[in-house]
């Protein structure tokens, strides 16, 4: 069984159990909501959609790529702020080129060896959870960038590289190891913006709905937005 269909079957009984119900406040999804998205992106994963044939060939995954794409649109939708919006846009950009570099500055990238310690393609998807949630901050942003991120990392790779000698030229966006990477980036990016938030919460003296107005207004900063009614943005 595929490493990415494992980890959404963990999530989802984290989100059946309501181990999950804090992340999911932050990001505006019911539990429902989570468990269809899960469901439709395993399913999904099943599924190929051919965008161009003949040598060049492209198709693009429904779990690996559709459903993700879709999820990262309705999240900016709901998003409180235009700001919010475009710095999870820029966060999944960014976060694609910094895989995309980490991938030319390592000598095992998609299509080369193999690192010594880690699989390509796991590495990339855990730098790219960094990234997304170092620049996206929310749990909403670093969710969006860290799928988004590794798909324009697919299509950087595809458009800048070309295929690699010796292999087919077709390329599956979503499709194969990259369905394994963006389902660990957008797991690795939200879950350390919930411990990173969580922590940064209790340091700070717990939420900020609990929060003295001055200790919350000096911890906010000027240019700090809500996720919600009254959580931190981390």
């Not at 559709?66 to 999944?92: D, Q």
């Not at 699989?119 to 997304?132: H, I, N, R």
Request: neutral net charge; proline residues 5%.
């Amino acid at each position: 069984m595929p490493l990415g269909i494992i980890v959404l079957l963990l999530v989802a009984a984290l989100v059946f159990f309501g181990a999950a119900q804090r992340v999911l406040d932050r990001m505006r999804l019911t539990d429902s909501q989570a468990l269809l998205i899960l469901g439709l992106i395993i399913a999904g994963s099943f599924f190929d959609v051919p965008v161009s044939r003949g040598p060049g060939a492209v198709t693009v995954n429904v779990g690996g790529a559709v459903v993700p794409v879709a999820v990262a649109i309705y999240l900016l939708a709901r998003a409180e702020t235009a700001w919010e919006r475009i710095r999870a846009s820029l966060a999944a950009l960014a976060t694609g080129a910094a895989v995309w570099a980490l991938a030319q500055l390592t000598d095992f990238g998609p299509h080369g060896g193999r690192s010594p310690l880690l699989d390509p393609l796991w590495l990339f998807s855990l730098v790219g959870g960094v990234v997304a949630y170092a620049l996206g901050r929310s749990r909403r942003a670093a969710f969006v960038a860290g799928t988004l991120g590794l798909i324009v990392f697919q299509l950087l790779e595809f458009w800048i590289d070309g295929p690699a000698p010796g292999r087919a030229t077709s390329v599956a966006i979503g499709g194969g190891g990259f369905f394994d990477a963006v389902v660990l980036a957008g797991v690795v990016s939200s879950g350390l913006a919930e411990v990173v938030g969580e922590v940064r919460e209790r340091v700070s003296g717990g939420p900020a709905s609990e929060r003295p107005k001055a200790l919350q207004q000096s911890l906010e900063g000027p240019g700090d937005e809500r996720e919600d009614g009254g959580g931190t943005h981390a």
